[in-house]
């Protein structure tokens, strides 16, 4: 069990400027995030897309803005936890216990809920019969290449991700890679490498088709495609793979007895605390009068949720409000000179 | 103003009078129907407004927006007249718009 003086969910960019707020005033914190790096939708969604209102910062990348988060992280040392999902919360003697799908567990008097619009899940096809091939003949992800040899495999997706594993598998695979339209959105040289192996037959492509069953006794042993004039080809498959990005889901989050509206967590405007002592949301998941679904916001809201944490973490002792520029205590954590 | 009515996939309609200047997604978000989530509040970043717009209505709304089709990629079912309604700009020329909800957005 790993103890802490504040769990933070999520390494957004509102999750990475509140841990930099608690080390700032004495207090250490883990973060775990479910996705496998961190920057959350400003890496996941639009790394290379400019941002204008970050304060002080004219224009910035989500992806360049994740970095100078992460170095203004740099003078402390931070508990990373990438790749893991925050299953469970209960009560322990005054502590949150929060255990994560991988069966790590943290106890913690504060819980800092910076989860964005939710966890990023892909996105799964739709027949329900596919559900019973999942991570047997049905996959949204690669982790072992290897088992694609000398199969056909049916890709579906019109991403980079969809792209890229066409050109790849088309070495020592059959490849059938299908789209809903005739554009595709991946890279221009990835595209180009996949109509020239067309051309050489080493792909089939279809496009306007989307995913409409598939067919197998246990085993995965076909598909049906259906074309938008409703026509259907059926294709031999032995694997099928569908790259249609991630979608955010609220999760387990949902089941931990938090006020919710729509899929936000409702919070005060004070410590941006829910309905359960010591557990806070800040950023684009929580939910208050006047909320603004801005980076900025998220920043604010974690300062001042960084502050009652101290509270909850060190109750015998008194929170001193305190400046970057004059305080030693500051200066000492960020390991930077006094004057 | 235009009439629009949002049919949820139950086959519920909900008619009602949107502003000119607000989106399709603004009108159905300010009027609590069901079934359009705008994840994202309108920024084209998600795929969870999407809707069906009635055939005959489709070519009467304005063009798809740049990157707008990258993100019905990522849509639940995606079809020929598939919107994301917070790019389908109200005004009194789609008086009478109907579009259909998905299943589900998420």
Avoid at chain 1, 32 to 44: A, P, R, T, Y
Wanted: proline fraction near 4%; include cysteine; aromatic fraction near 8%.
């Amino acid at each position: 069990m790993r103890k802490t003086d504040a769990l933070i969910i999520g390494a957004g960019p509102t999750g990475l400027f509140t841990a930099h707020q608690l080390k700032i005033i004495g207090l250490d914190c883990e973060i775990v995030d479910n996705l496998d790096k961190v920057g959350g939708q400003c890496i996941e969604l639009y790394p290379d897309k400019p941002i204008y209102d970050i304060p002080a910062i004219p224009e910035c990348t989500g992806e360049e803005l994740t970095k100078n988060l992460l170095d203004q992280l740099k003078p402390f040392n931070i508990n990373f936890h990438l790749g893991e999902r925050v299953d469970e919360l209960k009560k322990n003697d005054g502590n949150w216990e929060v255990k994560t799908n991988k069966g790590k567990i943290f106890l913690t008097p504060n819980v800092i809920i910076a989860g964005g619009v939710g966890s990023f899940e892909p996105r799964k096809f739709s027949p329900k019969e596919c559900k019973q091939f999942e991570d047997k003949s049905i996959f949204y992800s690669i982790k072992n290449k290897k088992i694609f040899e000398g199969k056909t495999v049916s890709i579906f997706g019109g991403g980079d991700s969809a792209l890229d594993w066409a050109v790849e598998l088309s070495k020592n695979s059959k490849v059938n890679l299908i789209h809903r339209r005739d554009e595709f959105r991946g890279a221009q040289a990835t595209l180009d490498k996949v109509y020239e192996l067309k051309k050489s037959g080493k792909i089939k492509l279809f496009t306007k088709y989307q995913l409409k069953t598939v067919k197998g006794n246990g085993i995965l042993e076909s598909i049906d495609i259906e074309h938008e004039n409703k026509e259907i080809k059926n294709l031999k498959s032995d694997y099928v793979l569908g790259f249609f990005g991630l979608i955010m889901q609220l999760g387990p989050i949902a089941n931990w007895g938090l006020n919710l509206n729509k899929k936000t967590v409702e919070v005060d405007t004070e410590k941006f605390e829910t309905n359960q002592k010591g557990i806070y949301a800040i950023g684009d998941i929580c939910n208050y009068p006047g909320k603004l679904k801005l980076i900025l916001s998220g920043f604010h809201e974690g300062a001042l949720a960084a502050r009652a944490c101290f509270k909850l973490a060190r109750p015998n002792e008194k929170y001193r409000f305190e400046f970057t520029t004059s305080s030693k205590k500051i200066k000492e954590r960020l390991g930077v000179k006094s004057d | 103003m235009a009439k629009i009515t949002y049919i949820e996939h139950s086959g519920k309609p909900h008619t009602i009078e949107v502003e000119n200047g607000l989106t399709v997604m603004e009108g159905a978000v300010q009027n609590n129907i069901p079934g359009i989530d705008a994840d994202c509040g309108g920024g084209m970043a998600c795929a969870t407004c999407h809707v069906y717009v009635k055939e005959d209505w489709f070519d009467r709304v304005n063009k798809k927006n740049e990157g707008e089709d990258d993100m019905l990629d990522q849509a639940f079912e995606p079809k020929k007249n598939s919107r994301l309604s917070c790019q389908i700009t109200v005004s009194d020329e789609i008086d009478g718009l109907i579009v259909h909800l998905p299943t589900k957005q998420i």
